[in-house]
């Protein structure tokens, strides 16, 4: 399937998705689609990199095929691995049938041969199941492959990736070197817990997502949470542009300000107050400390967005 794509389609196909985004995306993901080439989204936790890989699968019927990683991932959870409950149910069948399959053999080295050939099927694709990459690899028509928190997962596992990401390809010792049949588009995010090698970035585009400014942001709840009224909109973003300012132990993501425009809206809020804020507090920030930090100087933060108007 061809798609005309620009980047002001993309962001317009994005937007009906629910998904905003600004130029640079849009140009990143349009090159990722005409290089075939994979992007590895950086950025701090809940600024969309996720998204951004679903709205592509969205914007070009593709399906998703999502890994996610951890400390401990390997090839046989992200790759493949073998059927061994089916592999112990044909080696039973083959024990039974042991004495007709030597027939016509009559020494040890032909006897061997007859069973090797057996064997064999054994680590075949019948016995193969697909994980998460293979099925990447094999699938009918194309794909968008998203291989999440990639800095959770150890630097084997990066290696592990290199032939993935530069040829479209994997080696299966007992089968040989499966080739794509379409280039899935390939993206790849990081939190920035750990570096990454510059081998896997090579093989890759950058994009680097930050938290919105306060006009993206507006724009974003406009789309995602359109029941809350512009006075609102304005002032429940410019609280949260000011919390990003403060010394959190996380900030609050995208995420978590459509969660609070949906919160306000369910609240029936039409404009914010310090004891609105303070009740709902624990929707934008997940540590305690941070919420006691934030109720300390609550009322000089409602202050500033006082003055600002």
């Not at 095929?65 to 951890?70: E, V």
């Not at 112990?88 to 399959?101: A, I, P, R, S, V």
């Not at 016995?127 to 094999?138: D, T, V």
């Not at 194309?142 to 928190?149: A, F, K, Q, S």
Request: with cysteine; charged share 25%.
């Amino acid at each position: 399937m061809t798609h005309d794509l620009s980047v002001e389609k993309i962001r317009q196909g994005f937007a009906q998705a629910g998904y905003i985004c600004n130029p640079a995306i849009a140009m990143t993901m349009l090159l990722a689609y005409k290089l075939e080439k994979p992007v590895l989204v950086e950025g701090p936790p809940g600024v969309g990199k996720t998204e951004l890989a679903k709205a592509t699968a969205t914007l070009l019927n593709y399906d998703l095929i999502r890994l996610q990683c951890y400390e401990g991932l390997d090839e046989s959870k992200a790759l493949y691995e073998w059927k061994y409950g089916k592999q112990l149910l044909y080696t039973q069948l083959l024990k039974e049938k042991l004495g007709d399959l030597l027939k016509g053999t009559h020494d040890l080295p032909s006897s061997i041969a007859r069973l090797h050939e057996f064997g064999d099927i054994f680590y075949s694709e019948d016995f193969l199941e697909p994980r998460p990459l293979l099925q990447a690899l094999r699938a009918e028509k194309g794909t968008v492959l998203l291989i999440d928190e990639i800095d959770k997962a150890d630097h084997e596992f990066e290696s592990f990736l290199l032939e993935m990401l530069s040829d479209y390809q994997i080696s299966i010792p007992e089968i040989g070197t499966i080739k794509a049949r379409h280039h899935p588009i390939v993206f790849l995010t990081s939190n920035n817990t750990r570096e990454l090698s510059d081998a896997l970035k090579r093989r890759c585009l950058h994009l680097y997502i930050p938290f919105p400014d306060a006009a993206l942001e507006r724009t974003i709840i406009q789309t995602r949470v359109p029941g809350v009224n512009e006075a609102l909109r304005e002032q429940l973003v410019g609280f949260v542009q000011q919390l990003r300012q403060l010394d959190l132990k996380k900030q609050p993501a995208i995420s978590e300000t459509i969660d609070w425009a949906r919160t306000l809206l369910l609240l029936h809020t039409e404009a914010l107050s310090a004891e609105t804020v303070e009740s709902t507090l624990n929707v934008l920030l997940k540590h305690e400390e941070d919420i006691t930090s934030v109720k300390d100087d609550l009322r000089g933060l409602l202050a500033k967005l006082v003055q600002r108007k």
